[in-house]
């Protein structure tokens, strides 16, 4: 297969494929990219063109959808260098259309093609138990489900090509909703004499229970392996969940869907990305919560929380 994109992500994934005994050609336009992938015993090409020929699976793992799209068809692309029955197979976080767009230049040009983008982060491409949510016919899924598999612990069939890319962002709106709901709680609890412990307690065996609590925990104690105990190192970084809420934003507008929470977590994230929170884990956004919380006096006059007067 050849594997187009070896960056945080790509780079693991390809190493996990080859580890399984997969032949896999990469490339990257980042020299030490190419160079950690070599060391993986990934077979490096200067040139992405010569790699697709041999591929029954070209695998895309790149920053943006005009990555992806560019990638494929501008001059000469990838579309343009594969042989009959090559599967197109885009694992980066794109907008649901240019993933839809994405699979349509690779139809019109003959060859079949999934989106399948992932959540575990770097972690879970390292240890291969990402997830995959796959956009696809099923019988292209039933074709990529053993690649997926290998770098994976879970790939799910979505629906056509596009609907991996809308789960995705529909997951990812509510996990930025709720990590903000849970870090305005926790700020709440200390304010009102609340132990981080105590809420923690309550809200991991009561109906505020999620991932946002008792995996990603946003303070330190209650759940040890979460950011917070490492100085908010992510993770899932802020920069990370801007970029997918803004993916949501998207969908949202394009679909006409009221959507206010989502809208209004998708400008505090992209607030935050713009400053320090680009880099730390997004459930570090308790601290700017805390922050602007120690300006703002009690009373009923100031229900309207900062953070969306700032923000919408
Ligand atoms: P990254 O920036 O580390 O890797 C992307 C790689 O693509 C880079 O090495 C870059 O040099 C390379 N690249 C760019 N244009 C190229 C081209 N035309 N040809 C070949 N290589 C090219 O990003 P990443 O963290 O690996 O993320 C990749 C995708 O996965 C993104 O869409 C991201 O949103 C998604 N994702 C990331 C994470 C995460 O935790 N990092 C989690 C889930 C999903």
Known sequence: MAFIGLGNMGGPMAANLVKAGVDVWGYDVVPSAMETARANGVQVVEDPLEAVPRADVVLTMLPS??????????????????????IFLDCSTINISEAQQAAELAQAAGFRAADAPVSGGVVGAEAGTLAFMVGASAEVFAEVEPLLDIMGARAIHCGGNGLGQAAKICNNMILGVTQIAVGEAFVLGE???LTHQALYDVVSKASGQC??????????????????????????????????????????????????????????????????????????IINTIREDSQHQSSGPENSSAPLAKDTT
Not at 67 to 82: N, T
Not at 246 to 260: I, Y
Request: net charge negative; proline share 8%; charged share 15%.
């Open 211 to 284: 991932w946002a609590v008792t995996t990603n925990c946003p303070v330190p104690g209650p759940v040890p392996s979460s950011p917070a105990n490492r100085d908010y190192q992510p993770g899932f970084a802020g920069a990370l969940m801007a970029k997918d809420l803004n993916l949501a934003a998207n969908a949202l507008d394009e679909q006409g869907v009221r959507a206010q929470l989502g809208r209004l977590a998708t400008a505090i994230y992209t607030e935050f990305a713009a400053g320090e929170g680009a880099g730390q884990d997004f459930s570090a």
């Open 65 to 86: 959808g005009q990555h992806v799209i560019s990638a494929y068809q501008d001059s000469p692309g990838l579309l343009s260098a594969a042989g009959p029955g090559t």
């Open 191 to 193: 304010k009102l004499g």
